[in-house]
């Protein structure tokens, strides 16, 4: 019990200085080895754990862990997120579905597989998932570890999100649009516009952290993405440099608290609502700047669960704001906005929780 007992210490330590849960749960991996233990399982204790943080006593990651494996495991957030999402969302669901409700969804990349060829190795390796009712080309995992197989580690399969996926598909990127991107790393919605678009598609992609920008050049290569067809720029967009695109997407930084189920660190940064007002601030911004360019259609979306990050900024644009189809729910009904605008909640979708809306632009005819 004394090696478990500082194994998940060190986790903590490592969550409290500011590491994701992978990065921490790898760097007590290398201090304290646990005997006799399956570390799938371990990884989700340790996940549990760090989502319970707000309900253990203790002042120090010993005792929080000794509460933690004595009972005091129940999931928990900050007192205002408690007080604010109470109002806007079936909390003890959400909370439950912190726990264990939600999916893992997989594409197949089909710029460097087959469809049935790939699906058909994974249900050999006993893979099993069903295809999507919404997007075809989306499969939800029901059993089995995806990122085990081949196919996954020679990018035949990616791993994203079916919110995530909603964002692209509220963008509705045709053949010979020139799409622009802010804030685009990792690069997974642009490989799928690449995707959509059979590759007939000018990409400008915008990232403002260089070693993420490097990353996703990186990323984007070995899935097959054809980098003629890709222009990379490292700027801050909050003061962007383009001028005119066809289309714009605007996944904006975030408080990323809506993607708690596989990164509970999260809620380490979010003791006060500092962090989501900060980056309220920075998403006006970038829709002010966004709003510069010449467009014919936006699309905002952010991993949030507050309206703060989602329809309160969007209830400035009501005369730019088209109604989103991108499946999920209606915003918050407590916002003008929200009618316009869809979202999608783990506790209802499986999915992680992220906020899209759709922007009309100055060469737009829709209505």
């Known amino acids: 019990m004394d090696d478990l007992i500082d194994f998940l210490s060190s986790v903590i330590h490592f969550c409290e200085r500011g590491d994701p849960l992978p990065v921490a749960f790898s760097k007590a991996k290398e201090i304290r080895r646990v005997r006799n233990v399956n570390y799938d399982e371990l990884f989700e204790l340790s996940r549990k754990l760090i989502l319970s943080y707000y309900s253990l006593s203790g002042s120090s990651a010993r005792k929080k862990v000794i509460s933690f494996l004595e009972g005091a495991n129940k999931i928990s957030l900050p007192q205002w997120m408690n007080d604010e999402l109470r109002g806007l969302v079936d909390l003890e669901a959400y909370l439950r579905s912190l726990e264990s409700g939600r999916y893992k969804w997989f594409r197949v990349n089909t710029v460097l597989g087959e469809e049935n060829q790939v699906l058909t190795s994974l249900e050999r390796q006993g893979i099993k998932f069903e295809r999507d009712g919404d997007f075809n080309y989306l499969f939800k995992v029901r059993s089995g570890n995806i990122t085990k197989t081949d196919e996954f580690r020679n990018f035949k399969v990616i791993i994203q999100d079916k919110a995530s996926v909603a964002v692209v598909e509220a963008l509705k990127p045709e053949k010979g649009d020139v799409i ?21 598609v000018y990409l400008i992609l915008a990232e403002l952290d260089r070693e993420r920008l490097t990353k996703e050049i990186k990323l984007l290569s070995r899935l097959g993405v054809d980098m003629g067809k890709v222009d990379f720029i490292n700027q801050d967009s909050t003061m962007n440099s383009v001028l005119k695109a066809d289309k714009v997407l605007i996944d904006a930084p975030c408080s990323s608290s809506g993607i708690l189920y596989n990164e509970p660190t999260v809620l380490l940064g979010l003791r006060d609502k500092g962090k989501v007002e900060n980056f309220s601030v920075i998403q006006k911004l970038m829709i ?17 669960i507050f309206p703060e990050e989602g329809e309160a900024v969007m209830d400035e644009y009501m005369d730019h704001l088209l109604s989103t189809k991108a499946g999920g ?3 918050y009904g407590n916002h003008g906005s929200g009618k316009f605008c869809n979202r999608y909640f783990g506790h209802i979708h499986g999915t992680e929780d992220f906020f899209i809306a759709t922007l009309r632009g100055s060469e737009s005819h829709e209505r």
């Open 288 to 304: 002010r700047e966004a709003f510069n360019i010449r467009f014919k259609k936006a699309v905002y979306s952010v991993c949030s």
């Open 329 to 331: 729910v209606e915003g």
């Open 180 to 200: 622009f991107e802010f804030a685009s790393a990792p690069g997974l919605k642009a490989e799928l516009i690449y995707e959509l678009t059979q590759g007939d």
